[in-house]
C-alpha cells in the first residue's frame, strides 16, 4: 500500500524516516523520492539478503540513507531517540521470501523445513516439529494458527517423527493433507500449521511488541507510525498496542481495575479509527495484499 503509507507519513524534505522492514526497498524509495532533495532514512532488515537488495535498489539515493542487517525490535539501540518523523512497519514476509523454497515458509514448494527469517539464529521449523512436546505443538498450532484439528496434526506429527524426523516441507504439508483432508475447501490443510510454525520461530509476537516500543522511542512528538500487518493475531496486537498508549492512565498488571488505575498522559492518539485496507486495484495486481490492513498513529 505504498500510496496510503506515503499519505500517512507524509515524507517531506529534510525529514528523517524509519524503514524497519525495508525488504526489497519499494517503500524506502517512495519515501526517499517524496522527502528529497535531503529527507534521510534508517532502514534494516533481519534477512540479509533484504539488506543486500535493498541498499543496490537504493543506490540512486545515496548519501541518504543507512541500512543495517538486524530486527526492528532494536532499532531503538541505533536510531537516536526522539529523531525520526516517520516509522514505517510492513509486517511478515516478502513474495520473494514466500517463493524461495530454501527458505522452507512454503507448503507449496519443496525445500528444507526452515522458515528462519535470520539465519544466524539456531532454531528452525524441523526442530520445532521434531523436538517439542506435542503438547507444546498443539499450543502453538492452536495460538498462532487458529488451527482447528490441532490435536489431531501434533498426534500425526508425533507418530510420523518417531519413525522419521522432518527435514523437508513435502514431508510436513503432505501428512497435513493425508491427516485433515482437503474435502473441497478453498485453503490447503497445512496454511494455518505453517503460519503458526513461522510466528513460533521468529518468535514474532514477543518481537512485534518490542518493535512497537522501539518505534515509539525513535518518533518525535508530532511523528507519526504507520503499520502493516498481515494476519489477525499481529492486528490484534497493533490495536490494543494503540488503545494502551492512547489511553490517560496506566493499569499495573494485566487486570484493568477502574479503582488502581493511575493517571498518565496519553503517549499517542489513532491517525484513522479504522484500519486502512488495500484497494480492490491493488489487490488484483498483488492478491497477496488481500490481508493487509495498514493502522496510523501519531506520537504525543
Ligand atoms: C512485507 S516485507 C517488506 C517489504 C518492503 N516494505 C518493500 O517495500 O519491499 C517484510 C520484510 O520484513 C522483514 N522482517 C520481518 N520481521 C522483521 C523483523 N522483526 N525485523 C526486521 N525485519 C523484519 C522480512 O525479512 C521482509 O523482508
Known amino acids: 500500500m505504498p500510496e496510503e503509507v506515503l499519505l500517512a507519513l507524509n515524507p517531506i524534505s529534510g525529514g528523517r524516516y524509519t524503514d524497519g522492514t525495508v525488504g526489497l526497498g519499494g517503500h524506502a524509495a517512495a519515501i526517499l523520492r517524496r522527502s528529497a ?3 534521510w532514512l534508517y532502514g534494516c532488515d533481519h534477512d540479509q539478503e533484504a539488506v543486500r537488495a535493498s541498499v543496490e535498489r537504493l543506490a540512486e539515493f545515496a548519501g541518504r ?5 538486524g530486527s526492528f525490535a532494536e532499532l531503538a539501540d541505533w ?3 526522539g529523531d525520526c518523523d516517520g516509522v514505517l512497519l510492513d509486517l511478515g514476509m516478502s513474495s520473494w521470501q ?5 527458505r522452507g515458509f512454503s507448503f507449496m514448494q519443496d525445500g528444507p523445513l526452515d522458515m528462519r527469517m535470520d539465519d544466524r539464529q539456531a532454531r528452525t521449523a524441523a ?3 521434531n523436538n517439542e512436546l506435542p503438547d ?3 499450543n502453538i498450532f492452536r495460538r498462532y494458527g487458529d488451527e482447528p484439528n490441532a490435536r489431531k496434526i501434533a498426534g500425526a506429527i508425533e507418530n510420523f517423527r518417531t519413525a522419521t524426523p522432518f527435514e523437508t516441507t513435502k514431508q510436513l504439508a503432505d501428512l497435513i493433507s493425508q491427516t485433515c483432508p482437503r474435502y473441497g475447501r478453498k485453503k490447503h490443510p497445512a496454511t494455518r500449521v505453517f503460519q503458526a510454525l513461522r510466528i513460533a520461530v521468529n518468535n514474532e509476537m514477543a518481537v512485534l511488541a518490542d518493535g512497537l516500543e522501539s518505534a515509539m522511542t525513535i518518533l518525535k512528538p508530532g511523528g507519526r507510525l504507520a503499520v502493516i500487518s498481515f494476519h489477525s493475531l499481529e492486528d490484534r496486537m497493533v490495536k490494543v498496542f494503540g488503545r494502551r498508549w492512547e489511553r490517560d492512565y496506566e493499569v499495573p498488571g494485566d487486570v484493568d481495575i477502574p479503582e488502581l488505575r ?3 498522559p496519553p503517549r499517542l492518539r489513532r491517525v484513522n479509527r ?3 485496507c488495500p484497494t480492490a486495484d491493488e489487490i488484483t495486481a498483488n492478491p497477496r495484499s488481500r490481508s493487509a490492513q495498514l493502522r496510523v498513529f501519531e506520537k504525543i
Open 37 to 39: 532533495p535531503d529527507g
Open 65 to 69: 540513507f543507512e541500512i543495517r542487517r
Open 79 to 81: 536510531v537516536p531517540a
Open 98 to 102: 514466500l517463493d524461495r523454497p530454501e
Open 127 to 129: 526442530d520445532l516439529v
Open 136 to 138: 507444546e505443538l498443539i
Open 262 to 264: 493511575r493517571p498518565v
Open 274 to 276: 479504522k484500519a486502512i
